[in-house]
């Protein structure tokens, strides 16, 4: 796939992303639970994950290939989802779509541009270069003109 497909994809997830913060943050409120919302989300995307796994899945894992899996991997990334959107759910009645979206995009770029550097968790070393810190600095004064009046 090229470089403008993969992009309009991406895009398109973050739109998707942001909507269902929407939604679910608003059930949260009207739940007086964020976690509870969260937990909400959580089955209807397990619901909704195994139907797209069952119409997508041509070749599945074989039960050697499960096996190798290291421990950790089947629930960490469950854990931190968990913690992240019931903080996303928390915050977005209180902060607004938008400025929630840009600090958590920010903290996400943050994140992602140490794990890169570093080549944490197996990822491919990116260097932080003057040019990615330039980035963040925009970034910095994109989310501070988003957000403050």
Known sequence: MNQL???IIAFTGGMFLAAQGIFNSHLGVLLKNPI???VSAFISSTFFAFLFLLISTKNPPSITMIKSVPFYLWFT???LSVIGI???YYTIPKLGISTMISIGLFGQIIFSLIAGH???FGLPVEPITVKRIIGVASMIGGITLINFK
């Open 5 to 7: 497909y993969l992009s």
């Open 86 to 88: 019931s903080i996303y």
């Open 77 to 79: 990334g469950g854990l």
């Open 118 to 120: 570093l080549g944490l």
């Open 36 to 38: 509870l919302a969260a």
